[in-house]
Structures are given as structure tokens and as C-alpha cells.
């Protein structure tokens, strides 16, 4: 965990990663990192083209004709320009630059799904290290300036996620919506993400399937209103139904853009800006439809003794996840927010290809800008 953890962090900051797997020793780098330095770097250490991977949505945006959800590895030319780099990775130009398919190494898979659990553009540069550097790059990592990453390490990486995360702090705070309100967080074990518990009345008095919301965190919507989304009237009418209906939690989730993260759905923002669709502008990014997981969310509810509940959210796939996850779902209830200009496109698009029941607010389809 401890090293998974160095790994998020050296990605982050744009240093390299050693993947040291005997049959291909690599190099790899979050491509939104890149700078002409580094490049240069990666290049002293390989004899062969530098590959590209991507995720399997970015290759079908890119054209590629992908099954599946694996990564895709792209050969890259001798001299790799930054600019068309970043087109390959994000919505760019470069789709008429496309390279030939590489072969995936052990590792890809692993390495890939560790840039999106760092909240990174999923999309790396690796570079086979040649024998004859293998010994300057043992001794990098013996001297502590790069980290080694080990393929059974790597490979735990999508395992970790069913650990549950700890409770850590709790305090009394009263809320507009509902005076007699605690907050409890809870941290993931990675260490890095957060949820907050909002205990809404009194868990003695609650009736038998308490009113639940798991509400994804939206900095935009939540804390400046903003006219995109739905989510700052959804959060703030989730407290109060909760405390309407007698009582229960709402779980704020660090899942930002559905699971994205907040840099990635600025990222998305912008391509809606050009046209894109909600869900359309994620998979230019390389992203599914919804990569929100909710096996933690589970947990929480159990460590709060809520084996049975009622959902307030227009979501059913949050229904199927817990249920699957041996949560009872006794009831829904919806959590509608306000239509308007700037999020109606958006609003839609969840209603017409998520599935969201959203039947009661979307009278007509309206402009988005
Ligand atoms: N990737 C991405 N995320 C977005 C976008 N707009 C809002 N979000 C995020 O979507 C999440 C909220 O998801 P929604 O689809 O609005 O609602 P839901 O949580 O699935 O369902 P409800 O329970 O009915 O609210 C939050 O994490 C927001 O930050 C967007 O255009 N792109
Ligand atoms: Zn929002």
C-alpha cells in the first residue's frame, strides 16, 4: 500500500515510474506531465519506439477499432512531438496522426488503471529500458531517485479498492436544513480520498429503512451553484428530504465528476463547450460512462449499521450497486434540482443514455447555451 501510494504521488508530480518486470523492464510517465526534459529522458534509456498507451474509450475515439476494455499501446514515431502527444491523450487535432498498435506488456493493464486512480489523464508514455542502462536504472532506484514498481504491486492496484475505509473523526454541526446533524469522515485506505457521513436527526429514532443519498462530490455545483449541473439543489434538498423522512445519512462521496476528478471534468467541461455531449466528452478523455465504484460506500453504510434503506437519487445503477454490494433498497425517492438553459443539455443527456428518471423536471429539451 505504502508503495502504491509513492507510485500515485511520483506519477502526480510528473517524475517516472520503474515497472520491473523481468521480461519488459519499462519506464513510464503520465503524458499531461510531460515536458521536453523528460522526454529526452525516456528516450536516452530506450532503443525502441516510445509507446503510448490509452485507454480502450480513447482508442475508440481515436478510431480504432478495440473490443473490450483493455488499454491500447501505440508505437510511437522516433521523435514523439508534446503537442501531438496531448492530442492523442485529450480531444485534439491528432486524429489524423495515428500510429500503429504496439504490443501490450504485462503491466500495461495495471499501469493504466494506477494513472486513473491518481485522477491523471489515463494516458502514458513507456519506454523500454535497453539492457545495457538496466544497471544505471538499478542503481536509481538503489539511490532513491526513481521508484520501483513491482508487477505483482502493480497488480493489486484494482484488488485494493474493496478495502474498507476507517473511520476517522466526528463532530456535532448544525445544519440549515437540519439543526441536529453529525459529520463523520471516513478515509480510504489509499489514503487519499475522503467521504463525509452526514448523520442527519437522531439514528435511535429512525424508522426502518432510513433515508439515504449518496451524493458525488461537485465542487462546481456544490459549493458555487453553479448552472451546469443539478447538484447544489440536489445537496442541499437531499438534507432536507432526509430530515423530512425521519431521518438517515447522506453520504458525500469523493467521487468528483463522477469519478474523474475535478481537473478531468474542467477537461470535460471544455469539450461540452465544443459540442460534446456529457458522456461523449468523457470517453474523448478516456473515460466509461460513469467510473464512480461504491464497494467503500457499502462498508460505510454498514459500519453505520444500515443493512437496509431508502435511496433518494435519480440514479439506478446506485440501486443496482448496492444491492449488489448486500444493501437493501427498500424504496427511492427522487431528488430532483431546477432546470435551466446551461444544464438542460446536460440534464438530458443523463435522462436519454445514463438512464437517470428525471421525467418530472425535463419538460422540454432546451438549448444548452
Ligand atoms: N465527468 C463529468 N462529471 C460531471 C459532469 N457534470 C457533473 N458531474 C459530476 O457528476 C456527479 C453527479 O452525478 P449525477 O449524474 O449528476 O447524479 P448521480 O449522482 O449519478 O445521481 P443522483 O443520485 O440522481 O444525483 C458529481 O460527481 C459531479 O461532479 C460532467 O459533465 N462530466
Ligand atoms: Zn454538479
Not at 14 to 42: H, K, Q, W
Not at 60 to 75: C, F, I, K, Q, W
Not at 252 to 281: F, M, V
Request: aromatic fraction near 4%; charged fraction near 25%; include cysteine.
Amino acid at each position: 500500500m505504502q508503495r502504491i501510494r509513492r507510485a500515485l504521488a511520483e506519477l502526480r508530480s510528473g517524475e517516472p515510474l520503474f515497472l520491473s518486470d523481468e521480461r519488459d523492464p519499462s519506464l513510464i510517465l503520465a503524458v499531461e506531465t510531460l515536458n521536453a526534459n523528460r522526454l529526452e529522458m525516456l528516450k536516452a534509456f530506450t532503443e525502441k519506439p516510445l509507446r503510448l498507451l490509452v485507454t480502450a474509450h480513447r482508442a475508440r475515439s481515436l478510431g480504432y477499432a478495440t473490443e473490450g476494455d483493455g488499454p491500447v499501446a501505440l508505437s510511437l514515431a522516433d521523435t514523439p512531438n508534446i503537442e501531438a502527444l496531448a492530442g492523442l491523450c485529450c480531444a485534439g487535432t491528432a486524429k489524423n496522426q495515428i500510429a500503429p498498435i504496439a504490443h501490450l506488456h504485462l503491466m500495461d493493464t495495471a499501469a493504466i488503471a494506477l494513472a486513473r486512480r491518481a485522477r491523471l489523464l489515463p494516458c502514458l508514455i513507456s519506454a523500454s529500458i535497453a539492457p545495457q542502462y538496466t544497471a544505471i536504472v538499478a542503481q536509481q532506484v538503489i539511490d532513491g531517485e526513481l521508484l520501483s514498481v513491482p508487477r505483482p504491486l502493480l497488480q493489486q492496484i484494482n484488488a485494493q479498492t474493496t478495502e474498507k475505509p476507517e473511520r476517522i473523526s466526528e463532530a456535532r454541526v448544525p445544519l440549515s436544513e437540519s439543526e441536529e446533524a453529525r459529520f463523520v469522515l471516513y478515509r480510504e485506505p489509499d489514503g487519499l480520498g475522503e467521504h463525509v457521513a452526514v448523520i442527519v436527526g437522531n439514528p435511535n429514532e429512525w424508522p426502518d429503512a432510513p433515508a439515504v443519498r449518496l451524493h458525488s462530490a461537485c465542487l462546481t455545483g456544490d459549493l458555487f451553484g453553479s448552472l451546469r449541473c443539478d447538484c447544489g439543489e440536489q445537496l442541499r434538498r437531499g438534507v432536507a428530504g432526509i430530515a423530512a423522512a425521519g431521518g438517515g445519512v447522506l453520504l458525500y462521496l469523493d467521487q468528483e465528476g463522477r469519478g474523474i476528478g475535478l481537473a478531468n471534468k474542467l477537461r470535460a467541461y471544455a469539450l461540452q463547450d465544443s459540442g460534446y455531449d456529457t458522456i461523449d466528452a468523457d470517453a474523448e478523455l478516456g473515460f466509461g460512462d460513469d467510473e464512480r465504484q461504491y464497494e467503500g460506500t457499502a462498508a460505510i453504510l454498514q459500519d453505520l449499521g444500515i443493512k437496509q434503506l431508502t435511496l433518494f437519487t435519480n440514479n439506478p445503477a446506485k440501486i443496482n450497486a448496492l444491492e449488489a454490494a448486500g444493501i437493501s433498497v427498500k424504496g427511492r425517492e427522487a431528488v430532483l434540482g431546477e432546470l435551466n438553459h446551461h444544464n438542460a443539455r446536460y440534464l438530458n443527456a443523463k435522462s436519454d443514455r445514463a438512464g437517470h428518471l428525471l421525467d418530472e423536471i425535463l419538460i422540454e429539451d432546451q438549448p444548452s447555451r
